[in-house]
């Protein structure tokens, strides 16, 4: 039974999917936003209350049930006085899990997926899978579409990427399987601690018939059961190591040569792993899976396979914009292929430290090519870095440098803003020149 009285916290994409689906219902909610122009605002129904500014503990204890968008924080005083107050708080993806435990949706699966880093990768990929397996899919949560907007009576398999900040208020998902990818400090802003924000992240076993752990990250650990797990050892999902080369494995037999992925790097291996052992529980073929991890180029701008030119591979992964994103891009990358890692890397900085990258950079044996305001600070991490002035430069003496089983890759550890409007557009003129490079005949 809907609750009478309903608040929505916060408008843009998330607010607006909410306030539809109780329209839907014939449930009327008022939305509360602190922002003077809450985005989302040119679509809201004229009829919907909007309250605009301070949360007010007053009002919103007036209340039976508050969904909180995931970008606002429970422990904000208002939401938490409206908690004392046995007000129901929950978000999004608790009113989508209540209504996929309908009998409306009796026939349909759900996969959830959260994790520090790969989460996007993971979800996307998962998709493409199923996909390619013909299973009516929808995808969303954190990622694209926001989870209500999915629910749909055609769809049989759902897969949701959700943050720490969506599972804080969600309790009932029941999904067939869930994993937490990894686990390393972030939003470390929004939490008290590290384990709060740890703990937040295994919410999402509890709410699961079965889980994937990572058996490299002891952080996923958890005693529930029946579990799965995928790491870099040889166990159940795995690596084994061949003669021609590394290959995706399960329970020590070959399922795909490492170098068919179009992905590169390890990370993008066990981001492999994860969603074949994903796909396998919810019952899609395996030929299917491997078929499209041999053409999953990644998402945009993040170690997204360009083209191969004269069998060197161009990457753009222009989303890196620190230091920390570039080091998950070049870590152990030299490992993963034949030949010699090209490295571009420059922008804006904003001040960070780039004696970080010193270690991974003496590991490459390819080009290092520095660009863009502080090409002077990256260079000085590498005795053999070259300054260029541009990135068609940069571009122009690697793919003049390079031969074939090589890789080349753009991942600046620095904003864009000296040069491009935005990450996207550096990534966009990136793509643009590796495209124009002309092959041998």
């Known amino acids: 039974m809907l609750t009478k009285r309903v608040a929505i916290i916060g408008l843009g994409v998330t607010g607006l999917s909410c306030v539809n689906f109780y329209r839907k219902k014939g449930v009327t909610v008022s939305v509360f936003d602190t922002r003077m122009v809450p985005p989302g605002k040119d679509q809201l129904d004229p009829n919907t209350d909007l309250i605009i500014g301070p949360l007010s503990a007053?009002?919103?204890?007036?209340?039976?049930?508050?969904?909180?968008?995931?970008?606002?924080?429970?422990?904000?005083?208002?939401?938490?006085?409206?908690?004392?107050?046995?007000?129901?708080?929950?978000?999004?993806?608790?009113?989508?899990?209540?209504?996929?435990?309908?009998?409306?949706?009796?026939?349909?699966?759900?996969?959830?997926?959260?994790?520090?880093?790969?989460?996007?990768?993971?979800?996307?990929?998962?998709?493409?899978?199923?996909?390619?397996?013909?299973?009516?899919?929808?995808?969303?949560?954190?990622?694209?579409?926001?989870?209500?907007?999915?629910?749909?009576?055609?769809?049989?398999?759902?897969?949701?990427?959700?943050?720490?900040?969506?599972?804080?208020?969600?309790?009932?998902l029941n999904a067939d399987i869930s994993t937490i990818l990894n686990i390393s400090e972030d939003h470390l802003d929004r939490y008290s601690s590290y384990q709060a924000y740890i703990s937040a992240k295994h919410k999402i076993y509890a709410q699961s018939k079965t889980v994937l752990i990572n058996r490299d990250d002891p952080l996923t650990y958890t005693e529930k059961t029946p579990q799965f797990s995928f790491g870099f050892d040889q166990q159940q999902?795995?690596?084994?190591?061949?003669?021609?080369?590394?290959?995706?494995?399960?329970?020590?037999?070959?399922?795909?040569?490492?170098?068919?992925?179009?992905?590169?790097?390890?990370?993008?291996?066990?981001?492999?792993?994860?969603?074949?052992?994903?796909?396998?529980?919810?019952?899609?073929?395996?030929?299917?899976?491997?078929?499209?991890?041999?053409?999953?180029?990644?998402?945009?701008?993040?170690?997204?396979?360009?083209?191969?030119?004269?069998?060197?591979?161009?990457?753009?992964?222009s989303k890196a914009t620190n230091v920390g994103a570039t080091l998950a891009a070049l870590l152990g990358l030299s490992d993963t292929i034949q030949g010699k890692v090209h490295v571009i890397l420059g922008g804006d900085g904003k001040g960070a430290d780039f004696s970080e990258l010193k270690p991974v950079l003496n590991e490459i044996k390819g080009q290092i090519l520095c660009f863009g305001q502080d090409a002077q600070l990256i260079a000085k991490q590498h005795q053999q870095a070259i300054i260029v002035k541009s990135l068609d430069q940069a571009i122009k003496h690697i793919s003049e440098y390079a031969v074939s089983g090589d890789l080349a890759i753009l991942t600046p550890a620095c904003a864009s803003l000296?040069?491009?409007?935005?990450?996207?557009?550096?990534?966009?003129?990136?793509?643009?020149?590796?495209?124009?490079?002309?092959?041998?005949?």
């Open 418 to 441: 000296d040069m491009y409007k935005n990450f996207m557009a550096r990534g966009d003129h990136f793509i643009e020149l590796v495209e124009s490079l002309v092959g041998d005949a």
């Open 237 to 317: 999902y795995g690596l084994i190591q061949q003669q021609d080369g590394f290959y995706l494995s399960f329970e020590q037999q070959p399922l795909l040569a490492c170098s068919l992925l179009k992905l590169s790097g390890k990370h993008n291996w066990m981001n492999a792993l994860a969603a074949i052992a994903l796909g396998k529980q919810v019952d899609l073929a395996m030929p299917a899976m491997l078929q499209t991890l041999q053409s999953y180029s990644g998402l945009k701008h993040r170690c997204e396979f360009v083209k191969e030119v004269n069998g060197v591979r161009w990457i753009n992964d």
């Open 58 to 172: 007053q009002l919103l204890c007036q209340y039976d049930t508050l969904v909180v968008s995931p970008g606002i924080a429970i422990a904000t005083p208002a939401i938490n006085a409206a908690i004392n107050a046995g007000v129901e708080v929950i978000g999004d993806i608790e009113l989508f899990a209540r209504e996929l435990n309908t009998a409306q949706y009796q026939h349909t699966k759900l996969v959830t997926i959260t994790g520090s880093n790969g989460k996007s990768t993971v979800t996307s990929l998962l998709g493409e899978m199923a996909a390619h397996a013909n299973v009516k899919v929808a995808v969303g949560g954190n990622i694209g579409v926001p989870a209500l907007d999915l629910l749909a009576n055609d769809i049989t398999l759902y897969i949701l990427e959700l943050s720490s900040f969506q599972l804080e208020t969600t309790e009932s």
